[in-house]
């Protein structure tokens, strides 16, 4: 007999919150049944509104918050509750860092089985704003009107102009470059794409900052229809912010939601800008990654090479390496580094940083990962460390099967997302790899993500 849930879409009730969940919703109980209501917050009660109904969960709106918690704090951002792009934004931020580590540990324990590993309190910013160096924006149209900004989550309508409404976790410069570009867009009468019709060219606008240099790339997202204002758009973007070094335009034919299309040609400028991380100088092309809490990144970047605790000699392999920026590090301290990715472009950028930085020790292999290194390891392969630096859904099984098969002594696990985390690691500790350390990082304030490091020795080795 099917189990009846206790409630159905359309109920109102009361629960006290006991828990944040890994997207930042509280998470309460009602008659056992795990309820989530984003905007809620642990040690309220609230009431609210179902929304939807699953086996083993619900998830409510927020109608009121009947007892509030000292944490809780007014967002500065007035587009915070419709955005979604900060879910936090309501919590106190020494709050937010406590969050965060015990999402790690319970992460950890429930997914992983792990229950001893040394979790470090999250590492956080001094001024957790503005800190992003990479904008995606959706085109619009609106009264005849380009805008440009973010939808409003689970929808196509736009939450907000980022023109005329900053984002208070973007780079105030990129800010002003958005203006800029809209205001162009709208005088030189271009349509945006519209997802009903399918009609209109201009899909997205994507714009990231060098930190360290200040130089800017646009990227305009379109269709493959015919432009024939395009360069003479580019220039006048050039003119308009001397700080834009690059102007791209990216043709993305994809009937999905995906950003990026396969085919950039550039307008204006160059095809990449240049940035410096850690003492190192970096190229980074449209389609490459390149983490976008520059400040942060050092941080992350830094304990990663403290766990390496490299002595000159080893041979290392960083695993999904993109445009080489962690192979770049490890390089000024190891014998030899090999790097693996699977992105054609982030290849390209990473051996011209590294002849950028005059590091002549490393190689940088294009393909997957879960292909690349068994291959090695079958024609005997046995480096001294692996560097982990995965996607959000984590390493293959083909990847920890090669990891484990190498007996390699050490690995230093980069994670953006602690249930993946925990489910490999689980993996790895039962061939014998003890998570020695784990140090959260929180490059996204005010969302729910956390990024960790891990320390992981094979047990016996010395």
Known sequence: MAKVTPVKPGDIIELDIDGLGHTGEGVGRYQGLAIFVPGALPDERVRAVISQVKKSYARGKLIEVVTRTTDRILPRCPAAADCGGCQLQHLDYQAQLT?????????????????DVPVR????MGYPWHYRNKIHLHAT?????IKLGFFAEGTHQLTADISEQSCLLVNQEIIEVVAAVEDLLNSFKIKAYDWESKQGLLRHVMIRRGYATGEIMVVLVTTAENWLTEQELAREI??????????????????GRL??????????GKDSI???????????????FYQVNPRQTEVLYNKALEFANLKGDETVVDAYCGIGTIASLLARHAD????????????????????????FNIEFFNGSVERLLPEMVARGLRPDLVVLDPPRKGCEKEVLEAIIKTQVPRVVYVSCDPATLARDLDILAG????????????????????????????KHSP
């Open 99 to 115: 969050h965060k580590t015990t999402l790690v540990k319970s992460a950890l324990t429930r997914i992983g089985g792990l229950n």
């Open 121 to 124: 309190p999250t590492i956080g």
């Open 141 to 145: 149209q609106s009264a005849g009107r």
């Open 238 to 255: 050039v003119n308009r912010h001397p700080r834009v070094v690059s102007v791209i335009r990216n043709i993305n034919t994809n009937p």
């Open 259 to 268: 950003i990026l299309g396969p085919q950039n040609q550039v307008l204006a």
């Open 274 to 288: 240049t940035d410096r991380l850690c003492g190192l100088k970096f190229k980074i092309s449209a389609a490459s």
């Open 336 to 359: 030899r580094v090999i790097g693996l990715e699977i992105v054609p472009d982030a290849v390209t950028d990473a051996r011209e940083n590294a002849r950028l930085n005059n590091l």
């Open 431 to 458: 061939a014998g790899y003890e998570p020695v350390e784990v140090q959260p990082v929180d490059m996204f304030p005010w969302t729910g993500h956390v990024e960790c490091v891990v320390s992981l020795k094979r």
